[in-house]
């Protein structure tokens, strides 16, 4: 449901912010072994809470695992121009807290 998607933005609408980010997920979304999001994301909603912030030039997207506690986080930019993803701005991986100390 794409009414869970929390999006902060200025001059572009919110619905067209999201279809922008949900066409770039499915023609560019497919990161092999570092995950497939090329699925819409209503789908991805129930998996992920997805912020979308928008930049000059770029939506900045950022999804975290709603499962407690999993430290799990995508973040990318899609490009406004084309609606391509900057492969350099992908992240995946986890969040780790680190160890307190005396561990």
């Given amino acids: 449901m794409t009414d869970s998607i929390e999006y902060n933005g200025r001059t572009t609408d919110r619905k067209s912010a999201i279809e922008s980010v949900e066409r770039a997920l499915l023609r560019h979304g497919d990161w092999g072994s570092y995950g ?3 699925k819409p994301l209503n789908e991805l909603s129930d998996e992920y ?3 979308i912030e928008e930049r000059p030039d770029s939506f900045s997207v950022t999804c975290i695992s709603v499962i407690p506690n999993s430290g799990f986080e995508v973040s990318f930019s899609v490009l406004k121009k084309d609606l391509s993803i900057d492969l350099h701005s992908v992240v995946i991986g986890v969040d780790c807290p680190p160890p307190d100390i005396g561990e």
Avoid: L, P
Wanted: hydrophobic fraction near 35%.
């Fill in 36 to 38: 497939d999001f090329s």
């Fill in 49 to 51: 809470k997805i912020t």
